[in-house]
Each structure stands twice: as C-alpha cells, then as structure tokens.
C-alpha cells in the first residue's frame, strides 16, 4: 500500500491551497484518513481526520479554516486549507488506517509529506 500525497507548495499569508493524498495498493478497506503535521521542532499533530462515515475532527488551530474530504470509491483524501498563516508552515502527511491484503487486520499507512509554506 501506498500514500501518495500532493498540492503543497508556498502560498502568501491569507491565501489557500488544496493537498490531494490516493492510496493504492492491494486495498481491502480503509477505515479513518487523515493529515498530520510537523513544523521543525515540534511534534508531528493531527490537522483533520475523516471516517469512512464522512465524520470529521479538526484540530483546534484550524477550525474554521480548514476542510477535509474523501472520496470513498476513489481511495483519496483532500485538504482544503484557506487564509494560511505562517504558522501553518510545516510538512503534512497523509494517513490513512488501512486493511491491505492478505491481511485481517488494520493499520496506520503514512505517505511521503509535502512542505506547505506560508511566507510573504
């Protein structure tokens, strides 16, 4: 299985950007998907998770702003991130809490990250 996550890039103060994540693989089900972040020195933090049920959570520093979705049959999740602040500089991963064949049980899946950077 694997995470390929895309869209980041640098973006002024204020502005917006859209990261994309496709798992692929031998998928047999995929329960919770999600972006993580990590800033240099910090520890990696949950930005927003989404079930397969469409129920999200956000992280505190980004309600509001924020917005994440998934497309079920296409194995894809979506960040739709809108008036970026400078502390939202950091590298994001996608996650997803995945089933891959043969196996019977679930597990985290990580992919690569991709750098956001909000700067004038």
């Known amino acids: 299985v694997q995470l390929q996550a895309s869209g980041g890039g640098l973006v002024q103060p204020g502005g917006s950007l859209r990261l994309s994540c496709a798992a692929s693989g031998t998928i047999l089900g995929i329960r919770d998907m999600g972006w993580y972040r990590q800033a240099p020195g910090n520890q990696r933090e949950l930005v927003a998770s989404i079930t397969n049920g469409g129920s999200t959570l956000y992280g505190d520093s980004v309600k509001g702003r924020f917005t994440i979705s998934r497309d079920s049959a296409k194995n894809t999740v979506n960040l739709q991130m809108n008036l970026l602040k400078p502390e939202d500089t950091a590298v994001y991963y996608c996650?997803?809490?995945?089933?891959?064949?043969?196996?019977?049980?679930?597990?985290?899946?990580w992919g690569q990250g991709t750098l956001v950077t909000v700067s004038s």
């Open positions: 996650n997803g809490n995945i089933r891959a064949y043969p196996s019977n049980t679930y597990r985290a899946y």
